[in-house]
């Protein structure tokens, strides 16, 4: 057995910072929202003072699937390079994905800054360079494309790369939209100040079984207990 099968938390600097229980009873609520890292937290910390009772479930501890292994960078450009995503659902649509993308990074930096006490955010730039000569033309043409739409970028030659940062690339998009958080221990603060609101949050409780009907939904957990809710949000990440 590894130091990580015997503890898989050993790896993490914060370790388990918040401890939920698990569900031992019945529930009747509004919504469930079944996962608990950082887009499950951000939802649930959105619905905290909608009027409506909202309780997240995990199967594990909160924060310990995808969440807890971010790299904690958070750019706008998301897996398919614009000018290839316009393609697919035309330049309009490819364009709001991006925008809105970007406009994330500063709503996740107001919640940020709105917690009390402020959680640690910071504002800073990324940079994507080509790999390969043959990989230029494509990456000078995808930042043509973004700065037509008005994304602050800047495009730097080789000599720039090297000037600036040190080592060489054939070519590189230099952009100022970018951001730095903890996603893990934010999770954490979100759900904290989603409980001050009367709202639960429960460690260990899979869900085995959803059973849809028109008034809403009956999630049977691993002991058996059932959770009835008006909506489901599953935000399972990688697992859904």
């Known amino acids: 057995m590894n130091l990580y099968e015997q503890n898989p938390y050993w790896l993490m600097k914060d370790g388990i910072v918040s401890s939920y229980p698990s569900l031992d009873k ?10 608990a890292g950082i887009s499950a937290a951000l939802t649930a910390w959105y619905l905290r003072k909608s009027g409506l009772s909202v309780a997240v479930f995990d199967r594990r501890h909160v924060g310990m699937g995808s969440t807890a292994a971010s790299t904690a ?30 406009k994330a990074i500063y709503c996740i930096a107001d919640i940020c800054a709105g917690l009390r006490p402020k959680f640690d955010f910071n504002l800073v730039p990324s ?15 995808e930042f043509e494309l973004r700065k037509k739409h ?8 080789q000599a720039d790369i090297k000037r600036t940062f040190g080592f060489e690339a054939p070519g590189a998009v230099f952009s100022k939209d970018g951001g730095q958080v903890d996603a893990y221990l934010l999770t954490h603060r979100l759900l904290k100040d989603f409980q001050k609101h009367g709202h ?3 460690n260990n409780t899979p869900i085995d079984v959803i059973e849809h ?10 002991n058996g207990r059932k959770i009835k809710a008006k909506k489901l949000v599953i935000a399972c990440g990688y697992e859904s």
């Open 73 to 102: 960078f958070l750019q706008y450009e998301i897996d398919t390079p614009l000018i290839e995503l316009s393609k697919l659902v035309g330049e309009q649509h490819a364009v709001k994905s991006y925008k809105l993308c970007r």
């Open 150 to 157: 008005g994304f602050e970028i800047d495009w730097l030659e």
């Open 26 to 35: 019945d529930l009747n609520i509004d919504v469930a929202i079944m996962g």
């Open 127 to 141: 940079l994507q360079h080509a790999s390969f000569k043959i990989h230029k033309e494509k990456l000078r043409q």
């Open 213 to 222: 009907a028109r008034q809403g939904v009956t999630l049977t957990t691993g």
């Open 200 to 202: 639960a949050v429960f």
